[in-house]
């Protein structure tokens, strides 16, 4: 682990953001594929191959390319370009805030694609996803003044380096993420935008209008997160990468195990539990450590 | 390279079927049957679908609806008639009401026959279809024209 | 100090000029384009003079100016007691006669023979002030020219009182001058008086009932503001002998408070924060030129420019932290109204307010890192606001609404229009521009001080979020097929205005960091002896995604519309049951349209019950406020 550690230290900021853009997506699609196949044993069934998820890619890119009107797929492409922006200011150890925001910019990008098009699924869609996204933000926000209050500084890189366990610290800024991460990888019971497996609602929801390789781009875009994601869930147990690393892993499975307990909430629980659970369990954990102070 | 056959993803409408047939098509979902594990998922959307599955003999009305959602796929796609009634009409043929199977609508690739159709047959005819669709593809490819129409 | 003076003075003249007929409007154009220009080129020029030096003081020979200042206040009292009984409303009466009483006792008693020392100055937060009062306030002004005439054709009922409009809108820029470029408290206060006045007669402009209404609704609160004002007045110079604000700021702390105090109220009064936010929300009923520049770009900031400068004196007291409070729930309650409103105006209305409660509560913190991004949100703010009242003025006529949920496909009916408020609302909440950077320095500095504003920043930028991004979502809907462009009649002077302010908004976002270094860092070096430390890998950051951005996106989407050829156009999804891509046929073989309505969550963010919990909360920390500084 060291030697990873100290091979990661050597690299320069550009070289990381190189490595995070060309590795994350095959990290992400391979969770994507662990996902995919764990869900089906947990249903008692065999499930595709691990690297389905490639192939779904793949296909998708051969596809013909479908349009309702004209710059709809423009914006998705933002959304990826931001998404691996952000990803890559995480994984090269810049800013955590700008990393947040950043995201939230890439979100609003699949959000106006998805408004642009003015069918009604996809309308809902974007309503419900502007919903999610006003739901955990205020939990991430409050995830990096966490972070800045124990380590003071905002920057990913000294967070990760410092040598005390965050966890420690956070407990209830780590439930409030956990709970709200369940948003982010889009499972039940907060899936309410668009669903990956047979979950349908809104029919696809926000990617109702969008086919082939747009819509492989978003599924890249969500591997690029997942991988972000899994990065912010590491950095609270960062004072020993292996349990960091673990940490990473048993929440991801985790996550998949919620989603196969729960079906989908309606948006106005998922809204207010989200908002709830941050100001209990979020809020108290840093005006505790304000007063410790 | 084959990637359609690794990942066919289907749209099911119903167009007059008793729903026999449909729900046999559900049930290849099921554990039992697991149509997933060659990589297929059920979308709603013909935007998402290569595959379109019809059950049942068309009428008049979802005519208008099987043609736009076929329309509304993007190439290269494939559609399996599920049931007899959607290969022929089976014992509906002469009725004045349905049309008589999906191939009076649309191009049909693979009949898949039988009252109700068995999973093993649909999983059978889907991954025919597959086989289509790859060949369409690859055809598109060394035929594409200059400019689109 | 000639610079000062100028512009002091020559809007007053030019407000007077207005007045007088000819009526030729061609004249009158001309004219007011080279008025204008000239209001923009003079603070431009007192920047380029001003950026070596440090603040500058200047005296004046003030003896005659405070006479004629002592006549203009009482007749501005005579007027509004006259204005008020003949509407029959006596609350006015009631806080004139009380202010009255209150200046006249000063000037027999105390203040006789009062001598200032310096009346004018000017420092790198003035310009900075003056640069948007004379930039954004001619831009509105040159945009007023094209507007009122459409405004008095659709609106026929209202009496064409233009000559009258021109002069309330020079006179009000010569106060906002005045304001902040007064190191004369007093001077501070008769200026801050005419604003009041100024912006009373511009709401009740159109001289029906709703706007009688909210007018004096805005009298009341801001001359009660105007009364807390002139106690602070009194008590400062009796306590203390002191009647300048450079002098204030090296006082002894302990015995000026009280009237920091009231001068902080007057400021919470005039940027309509809780208790006091329902002025301004009823002030939307005033012409579009009237709320973009007084009620979202200057005169509210002229509360929160006062609230800035006696801040330091409060700095580490109970009061300061009340303070932070009242601006952190004005923050985050007005941003949670905003997202149940329809009505575009009251969205900008609410989120003004919302935006100034964050200056607000920056400026209660008062660390070097909380004033620098302080006066980076005035900054930012003020443009990007000003920018979409303008724009929602001209969609106001072209589609006959103010509501939201009419403005379906608007990227269709006026597509220049759309991509200048798509800026504007970028402006207001996206990264890569301003307000990120200002959300961003304001968060550490919270973290640093005050936790609890953390966490209202962190619910309140979400709430944010969710309905910008409604808006966005809602104009930039597409359906092919004809739609009609009405573009054809927004005039030139509007469409100057617009693509200037909208050019100004992307600049200042781009070149925030030499704003910084030249003329903020300055001032808080001044201030404070040290400057807010900005991680400059993020500057760099921050950068490389707005011009990534400014790239991109014109060619992406130029790519998209025109040379991508490679696509075959299907209609939206129906369930199958298209007729087009917006009807399809329902049961019973009917034909029914698409309705697309945006979430307005009214059962949680409702107004009412909202601003009830606002100015219950605020209301308290305000008495907290002055119990700590009267005791």
Known sequence: ?293 | MGWFKRSPWLLHYNATSCNGCDIEVIVSLTPLYDLERFGVINTGNPKHADILMVTGSVNEKSRQVVQNLYDQMPNPKVVVAVGICATSGCVFQDCYNVLGGVDKVLPVDVYVPGCAARPEAIIDGVLKACDILDGRYRQSKNTRPAVPP | MTALLFLILFPLAVSFLALVPPHSLAFRKAVGACVNVTLCAVPIYLLITNLERGAAYFHVESKLIDVGMLFAELFIAVFIVYVSVRAKRYIPVLLVVVQTAIMVTFEFTSGHGMQVEHSLFVDKFSIIMALIIGIIGSAICLYAIGYMPEYHEHYEEVKDRRRYFAFLLYLFLSAMFGIVFSNNLMWIYFFWEVTTVCSFLLIGYRDDKASRESAFRALNMNLLGGVVFSVGLFTLYSTSGIMELDKLLLADKGSILLPAVCFAFAGLVKSAQFPFCSWLTGAMVAPTPVSALLHSSTMVKAGVYLILRVAPVMENTVAAQMLTLVGGVSFLVTALIAISQSNAKKVLAYSTISNLGLIVACAGVNTDAAVWSAILLIIFHAVAKSLLFLCVGIIEYKLGSRDIEDMDYLILRLPKLTAIMMVGMAGMFLAPFGMIISKFVTLKAFVESTPVMAIILAYGSAATIFFWTKWMGKIISIKHGVAEVMEHRVSNWEWITLGMLAVVTVAVSLGFPFISFHVINPYLTELFGTIPVVDSFNVLMVSVIMLGLLIILPLGLLYYAFIDKNYKRVGTYLGGGNIDNTTFEGAMASVRTIELKNYYLENYFGEERLINVGVFVSLTLTFIMFGVAVI
């Open chain 1, 1 to 293: 682990m060291n030697v990873i550690s100290e091979a990661y230290q050597s690299w320069s900021i550009a070289e990381r953001m190189l490595l995070f853009m060309l590795i994350a997506p095959l990290l992400g699609g391979a969770l994507a594929g662990i996902d995919r196949v764990a869900s089906a044993r947990l249903q008692g069934r065999c499930g595709p191959p691990v690297l389905q998820p490639f192939f779904d890619v793949f296909k998708l890119l051969r596809k013909e390319r479908i349009i309702v009107n004209k710059v709809q797929d423009f914006p998705i492409v933002l959304f990826l370009l931001f998404t691996i922006f952000s990803g890559a200011l995480f994984f090269a150890g810049a800013d955590l805030l700008l990393t947040i925001f950043s995201l939230a910019l890439a979100g609003t990008f699949l959000i106006l694609g998805a408004f642009s098009v003015s069918s009604p699924f996809s309308h809902l869609g974007a309503e419900r996803e502007i919903i999610q996204m006003v739901a955990y933000e205020p939990m991430v926000i409050l995830v990096a003044v966490g972070m800045y209050q124990v380590t003071g500084s905002f920057n990913v890189g000294a967070i990760a380096s410092y040598q005390a366990p965050l966890i420690l610290y956070l407990p209830g800024v780590f439930a409030g993420f956990v709970y709200i991460l369940t948003i982010k990888f889009r499972k039940s019971p907060f899936d309410l935008s668009m669903s990956h497996h047979a979950h349908q609602e809104i029919v696809r929801g926000i990617t109702t209008e969008f086919s082939g390789p747009a819509l492989a781009l978003i599924e890249i875009a969500h591997w690029y997160e997942n991988v972000l994601l899994l990065g912010m869930v590491y950095l609270f147990f960062a004072f020993t990468p292996w349990l960091g690393l673990g940490v990473a892993l048993a929440t991801f499975f985790l996550e998949i195990f919620i989603d196969m307990n729960y079906a989908r909430f309606k948006w106005q629980l998922t809204f207010l539990s989200s908002w709830l659970f941050t100001a209990v369990a979020g809020v108290s954990n840093i005006i505790v450590l304000s007063l410790m102070k």
